[in-house]
């Protein structure tokens, strides 16, 4: 019996020294900055250790970096690196065009060593070598503009590791779905209850140090509505925006809806899905939740289900429709932007992740008069304001080569409803592609 145990740390390092190397540099690396955040580098340490926690008792590195990458998605820790280029537009601060590195980046590289590691031989088929070489050739175009390679890089490792992971997906979801279903409900409970407090307060809750960012209900740069009873702040949970967080609940409630077993913890986790859904007040998200579960109902008895949706919930849908509402006229004036944009640089693009920098000649200004330093929010036209004719072909290849295999190889109406997520949310903002969370949870979306 000693001897096992003297042998024990040698046992479970051995075949993963590439992950283990990878855990211990992260663990250096949040030492050296505990003095500068204490509390961000303490949250990060402590999902070291529950890593390894959950790595003792599994034995596998693939299933417990998955299920850590799974509940980091909501958290928006990020380290910004602001000094590596010329981040204004105009005077006014863009975090998009800021060089950052995320908590997200960190668990989706130990999730592809993990996988380097453990199986043999990684398939990666040859067409991917196609976007590699293009994404080579994107760089060195854009050469010096530290932003492009720092994007492709992320768009790169996020899309290996999810092809890597691919052949696996229905193993691991098979073999491992109560756990998965008990990570999802965790992870959407504690997004759920930020929120329901976020809006109950008004204001957020001093929760910085796992992403929250900084809210106050009618003021400038946080999202809220009018209502008869004064502005009610939007769900943030700690996400940078309303509405990614309705996508992660979302793209949450398709998957366990399609997953078999456990119907009870199913249930709970579309449940608590759901009024996350609502209390994020996001017309797209609205108008997904009712077409998911009408999919869903026609899957189950082929005949169509209506809902009833609370009357503050309709009209923030009908909202979208009319004049009165000022973010549609943002996103009409982006539009406009963007085709100005792609009509300049439509061979070559203007850079992965460099859309905003283009407002420095041709700035977007609200109905107020304030600047709109965002990027447009419809994923196809960014693409093709950032990669040119060339790189929205390949992507778009890429995106139809999924599709199709996606849909022979499952469940008909389960893909439907990834689809029409995809597209919906792709038409309606630009998260997919311009922050860590939406490109985790769009890949994720593509790759199951």
Not at 301 to 315: G, N
Not at 357 to 377: A, C, D, I, N, W
Request: charged share 10%; proline share 2%; net charge positive.
């Amino acid at each position: 019996m000693k001897k096992i145990h003297r042998n024990s740390l040698v046992s479970l390092v051995k075949g993963n020294n590439l992950v283990f190397l990878f855990l211990i540099l992260l663990s250096i690396s949040q030492l050296l900055l505990v003095g500068e955040n204490t509390l961000r580098a303490t949250v990060v340490l402590f999902l070291i250790i529950i890593w390894i926690v959950i790595y003792r008792k599994s034995r596998s590195t693939i299933y417990t970096s998955l299920l850590l990458l799974i509940f980091v998605i909501p958290f928006n820790i990020t380290i910004a690196f602001p000094d590596l280029q010329d981040t204004y537009v105009r005077g006014v601060y863009s975090n998009y065009l800021t060089p950052t590195l995320s908590i997200i980046d960190i668990f989706v590289t130990l999730l592809l060593l993990s996988l380097l590691s453990t199986v043999k031989k990684v398939s990666i088929p040859k067409w991917v070598y196609i976007p590699l070489g293009y994404a080579l050739l994107h760089i060195m175009v854009n050469w010096g503009n530290i932003v492009v390679p720092v994007s492709i890089l992320r768009v790169l490792l996020y899309t290996i590791t999810g092809i890597s992971i691919l052949s696996m997906a229905k193993d691991i979801f098979k073999n491992h779905s109560d756990a998965l279903l008990r990570v999802v409900l965790l992870s959407v409970g504690i997004q759920v209850i930020i929120s329901l407090l976020q809006i109950k307060m008004g204001t957020d809750l001093g929760l910085q140090f796992i992403g929250e960012s900084n809210l106050l209900a009618g003021t400038l740069g946080t999202s809220f509505i009018a209502m008869d009873s004064g502005q009610v702040l939007r769900g943030y949970g700690t996400f940078p925006h309303p509405n990614i967080l309705s996508a992660c609940l979302l793209l949450s409630t398709i998957i366990t809806l399609y997953m078999k077993d456990h119907d009870r913890l199913r249930l709970l986790v579309v449940i608590v899905s759901s009024i996350g859904v609502l209390i994020t007040f996001s017309r797209t998200a609205l108008l997904l939740l009712l077409l998911i579960f009408v999919i869903y109902g026609i899957s189950l008895s082929r005949k169509r289900l209506y809902s009833i949706l609370p009357i503050t919930f309709v009209d923030r849908i009908f909202s979208m429709f009319t004049g009165t509402d000022t973010s549609v006229k943002d996103r009409i004036a982006l539009i406009s932007h963007s085709l100005s944009v792609i009509k300049d640089n439509y061979i070559t693009g203007v850079g992965s992740g460099n859309y905003v920098s283009t407002m420095r000649e041709m700035y977007v200004t609200t109905e107020k008069g304030f600047l709109l330093l965002q990027p447009v929010h419809n994923i196809f036209l960014l693409i093709l304001a950032e990669h040119g004719i060339a790189g929205i072909f390949i992507i778009l290849g890429i995106l139809f080569k999924l599709v199709l295999y996606n849909l022979r190889r499952g469940n008909i109406y389960f893909y439907v409803s990834i689809l029409a997520f995809v597209i919906l949310f792709g038409l309606s903002d630009h998260f997919f592609l311009t922050l860590p969370q939406g490109l985790a949870l769009f890949l994720i979306a593509l790759f199951l």
